[in-house]
């Protein structure tokens, strides 16, 4: 299967979408592969944690590979793989091809595997300054400069944000598989389960900075349940205005070195927050230098 | 219907006590964490005596009053809306069998619960009920949940005295002061209508009658009859709430102000302050806009259909099979507020807006539907230009 | 409330926003990627049903979706439905094999009523997939051919292969009287055939504009083209009508996705006429 003529999208209704006329044959059930790049594990944990659920997964799917899981590893093709982490290194690049290859739907999770995770920090750092300070050899070290979402490298048929992502979500993507359908992933702010929450919103009547309006949903509003801001790790929603944001979170009175923090935690390699943290920065570097040149005149 | 009682604050109870013994599920306004929301009450006590709100643009707080006003606040943080129309409801169950073709049954929902009472029902959020009749409830389909849960109501209306900055529902001509009937339907507006009352050593509830059933309670808790004196006390309390707004829509040109917006540049300029996260129609208490969601089983032989709320403001309300339709925000804004202030009347005879200002309020970028639709109004040349201040 | 309970409000007794049960008799290939869906009602009387409305149809499981109806008027059973296969649900209903069970809503919506243009000429302008929400309406009026005039359809797909219904429209033209132009976008290299827009047929067709009526189905974009053709040809502005196409989740103006301004599409259309369309057709993302 050539990666360029890959079909994507909903698979055909073939034998899987049926899995449970044949739940006991093995080689019937559709295979499901996890894997695993850069990243913390945790997602691929959130699927261990299904457990009212689990039973009717294993019956529903052949699971193949899942080294978190199990060690028996049974060969592709997969039809359906789960993808975890970053692309961080060569052969992280060479790999994600094979599996794609391999793979009919693939679906990567979380914002590791979505945006690049914590570890896309190093998009703006110096990695070869990390690499001599970390390592006592770093010529044995084979590592990227950046730290980049699967999307960037191979076709992707669905996405699941967060940090970790949501059971949920995952649970979804599982369901839809099975019966030959669409997802349904919203990408809409987090603002929108707030409401049907019937939670107050957290910026409006406590004054705490929020990313909720430029977040995408999917976590429940899990932090604003709890009277606290989201922290935006589900990544940008699909019409995210950070530059409104961004002037929301000023006059809350957040500095701007929290506010480029905040969109360079779990999604800095999400294209509308990395520019949002560099218009901020841009903006602070601007604001400084006209300090600097008033007191100069001052003086 | 001119009956007019004295219900002394302290017959609260005997009232909240009278409509769960007629089997009402009691709801009103309750302290819930920040902020004043809808819930059940049971009692008195569950209101949220004492407090105040203080309500603008992206900012609300709960404040002390340092009295024992039951009343004395502004629009609470959701309206009635998720009362009749929850948030989110199941429309039908289904269930398949595998053993012949993909046979399947559905079910239709049907919603149970006892009725509600409305106790404390704001003038604004009263207007948007009876919006929501005439919308989901007075066209040839009605939505069957909604009919279901609003006939048999009863409602408790409570005059407003302390509205916030943000309210403007005196230019919608929607309160402080409800209308005594439903101008679509002739109906009572309400059962019974309290004004609260608050002097030095006198603490009392002016009480309206509406309807038989209205009276009915009010006798049965030995509300004391009062004089049209007192109606005229109720009539001061509104009249000054009235006068303290400072918000405004100009109703008399505001259709036609959209009407004649629809390439304004002033879509550029609000859609580089919109979040597009949805909120103010959320918090609406007319925004009827929903979707369906079908939700299935990992086997797919269940399978449930829910109706849940849906905004305008995102991107996958417009979606047909190659993209949304109303792609960018400044779209989606010029939709929202079109809505509200102008063809809403074309397909309702009604506007949209009930002035309860919480799309004011709770916009995390404090944008403002009066200084929008004054804008546009300029803008269009239909009003005025902005008087020199 | 209580005042207003003396009248008690009662959802439809077929509440319309329950599916009702059809079986697919047959999926029929028409070109590449779409199919024509033959379906009987599980239980009851076949759906009656006018030209030009629509339903929504549901696979099991997966979800639903508004389709117009493409079968006759005057047949209906059983129940036609054209679908292009682009989405989970329409992959879902093309692939379902005979027998299968689905769901079935409606009908919604407008009709074309050709009826109002007895005596005068006709012109369906359609192209790709668009004739088959037309094709009830061609039927209505072969089935009543004398009551006609001059009766065209000018009809453009995007390549040969995407002809829709191409033996049925030779048909028509040999045995009904029907002057049936074609065109497509882009032809093979030998292709004998008019490559154009099917908007540029409208120029040169034969046709008495004073007395004609037009029925235009289409992407949104070709029917604001063909309607502005037409009107300038001097077919009367409410002769014209158009069939709107809006996301729908409920059908019957409930969950207002539909909305065009002031319209719901799904119950003040999908059929409506070019005076009323024509001033928000020239909004963009209206």
Redesign the interface.
């Known amino acids: 299967m050539s990666i360029a003529t890959e079909p994507h999208g909903?698979t055909?209704?073939h034998a899987h979408?049926?899995?449970?006329?044949d739940a006991a044959s093995a080689s019937s059930r559709p295979k499901l592969a996890v894997w695993k790049f850069a990243s913390c594990d945790g997602c691929q944990l959130s699927l261990l944690n299904c457990e009212d659920?689990l039973l009717?997964?294993a019956e529903?799917v052949h699971i193949a590979y899942f080294p978190e899981a199990t060690r028996a590893v049974v060969e592709g093709p997969y039809e359906l793989s789960l993808v975890e982490g970053s692309i961080t290194t060569p052969d992280d690049v060479r790999r994600i091809h094979e599996i794609r290859a391999q793979s009919g739907v693939l679906a990567t999770i979380g914002a590791c595997a979505t945006a690049g995770g914590i570890q896309a920090l190093r998009n703006w750092a110096d990695v070869d300054q990390y690499r001599s300070v970390v390592y006592a050899h770093p010529e044995y070290l084979k590592t990227l400069d950046t730290s980049t979402p699967i999307a960037s490298h191979v076709d992707v048929d669905y996405e699941l944000r967060g940090c970790p992502v949501d059971k949920k979500q995952l649970?979804e993507v599982?369901?839809a598989f099975?019966?030959?359908?669409?997802p349904?992933i919203?990408?809409?702010?987090v603002?929108?389960e707030c409401?049907?929450?019937?939670n107050?919103?957290v910026?409006?009547?406590?004054?705490q900075p929020?990313l909720?309006?430029?977040t995408q949903a999917g976590c429940g509003a899990l932090c604003p349940s709890y009277?606290r801001g989201c922290y935006g790790c589900f990544g940008p929603?699909?019409?995210?205005?950070t530059?409104?944001?961004t002037?929301?979170l000023v006059e809350l009175g957040m500095p701007s070195d929290d506010i480029v923090r905040v969109y360079r935690t779990f999604n800095a390699g999400a294209p509308a927050f990395a520019a949002a943290s560099d218009a901020v920065e841009a903006d602070a570097v601007e604001a400084a230098a006209s300090r600097a040149a008033e007191q100069g005149g001052a003086s | 219907m001119d009956d007019i009682r004295i219900l002394q604050a302290s017959g609260l109870d005997a009232l909240i006590e009278e409509l769960r013994s007629r089997g009402f599920r009691v709801v009103g306004p309750t302290l819930r964490g920040d902020a004043i929301v809808t819930g059940e009450i049971r009692a008195a006590s569950d209101l949220p005596r004492g407090k105040g709100d203080s309500q603008d643009a992206k900012t609300y707080r709960v404040r002390s009053r340092g009295d024992d006003a039951y009343f004395g606040f502004a629009a609470p943080a959701q309206s009635s809306k998720p009362v009749f129309f929850p948030a989110e409801e199941v429309v039908w169950r289904g269930h398949r069998d595998h053993d012949d073709d993909g046979h399947f049954t559905v079910e239709r929902d049907t919603p149970d619960g006892a009725p509600i009472a409305l106790l404390g029902v704001r003038s604004c959020d009263l207007r948007a009920v009876q919006i929501h009749d005439r919308v989901l409830a007075g066209r040839s389909h009605v939505d069957a949940h909604y009919v279901g849960r609003r006939d048999g109501a009863f409602v408790v209306a409570v005059a407003c005295s302390d509205p916030a900055a943000s309210c403007f529902c005196a230019s919608m001509g929607t309160g402080p002061r409800p209308a005594t009937t439903d101008p679509e339907t002739g109906a009572s507006s309400y059962d019974l209508l309290l004004t609260e009352i608050l002097g030095e050593d006198d603490h009392h509830f002016v009480m309206e009658i509406g309807t038989d059933a209205g009276r009915e309670v009010a006798d049965e808790i030995g509300a004391s009859m009062g004089h049209p004196a007192d109606r005229d006390d109720a009539v001061a309390v509104t009249d000054a709430a009235a006068a303290r707004q400072t918000r405004a829509i100009d109703t008399t040109i505001v259709h036609d102000v959209l009407r004649a917006s629809a390439e304004s540049p002033r879509w550029e300029d609000v859609a580089s302050r919109c979040l597009a996260c949805t909120n103010c129609t959320l918090v609406c208490p007319t925004c009827f806009c929903t979707t369906v969601q079908d939700v299935s089983d990992l086997t797919g032989d269940s399978a449930e259909r829910h109706r849940v709320w849906d905004s305008c403001f995102s991107e996958s309300f417009s979606y047909i099979h190659g993209g949304p339709t109303r792609e960018s925000t400044k779209a989606r804004y010029r939709q929202w507020i079109t809505h509200k202030l102008s063809s809403w009347e074309d397909q309702f005879g009604m506007l949209g807006c009930v002035g309860c200002g919480r799309c004011i309020t709770w916009c995390p970028a404090g944008i403002d539907i009066t200084e929008e639709a004054a804008a546009l109004g300029r803008m269009s040349g239909l009003a005025a230009p902005a008087p020199a201040t | 409330m209580s005042t207003a309970a003396a009248e008690p409000r009662i959802a439809d007794a077929g509440d319309p926003m329950v599916p009702r049960r059809y079986a697919i008799t047959r999926v029929r290939q028409d070109t590449r990627d779409t199919f024509t869906l033959l379906l009987d009602p599980v239980n009851g009387a076949p759906l009656t049903f006018r030209a030009g409305q629509f339903t929504m149809l549901h696979a099991f499981g997966v979800g639903e979706v508004p389709i117009s109806i493409s079968g006759d008027p005057a047949a209906p059973a059983p129940l036609e439905h054209t679908i292009r296969d682009v989405g989970a649900v329409t992959h879902a209903l093309v692939n379902a094999h005979p027998g299968t069970e689905i769901g079935v809503r409606g009908p919604f919506g407008t009709s074309w009523d050709v009826d109002d243009a007895a005596d005068g000429d006709v012109v369906f302008v359609t192209g790709g997939i668009g004739l088959a929400p037309l094709r009830p309406a061609i039927l209505d009026v072969l089935r009543e051919r004398d009551r006609y005039g001059k009766v065209l359809l000018l009809y453009g797909s995007r390549t040969p292969d995407d002809i829709l219904f191409g033996n049925e429209m030779h048909r028509w033209a040999d045995l009904n009287d029907v002057n049936v132009q074609m065109t497509v976008d882009n032809a093979p290299y030998g292709y004998t055939g008019k490559v154009g827009f099917v908007t540029e047929l409208i120029a040169r067709a034969g046709f008495n504009p004073r007395t004609s009526w037009a029925f235009v189905c289409g992407p949104e974009v070709m029917m604001r083209s063909a309607a502005s053709a037409l009107a300038g040809r001097g077919v009367p502005a409410p002769h014209i009508r158009l069939s709107m196409e809006r996301s729908m989740k409920c059908g019957i103006g409930l969950c207002g996705h539909c909305q065009l301004r002031d319209l719901f599409i799904c119950v003040d259309g999908p059929v409506l006429d070019y005076p009323r369309l024509e001033p928000l057709m020239s909004v963009r993302e209206l």
Do not use: F, W
């Not at chain 1, 099975?178 to 669409?182: A, F, I, P, T, V």
């Not at chain 1, 409401?195 to 019937?198: N, S």
């Not at chain 1, 929603?237 to 205005?241: E, G, H, I, R």
């Open positions: 909903v055909e209704p979408s049926h899995g449970h006329d659920e009717s997964i529903a649970i599982l369901a099975l019966n030959g359908r669409k349904r919203p990408t809409y702010s603002c929108v409401k049907l929450k019937g107050v919103c910026p409006v009547a406590t004054g929020c909720g309006p430029v009277g929603q699909d019409s995210a205005n530059e409104s944001l002037r929301q």
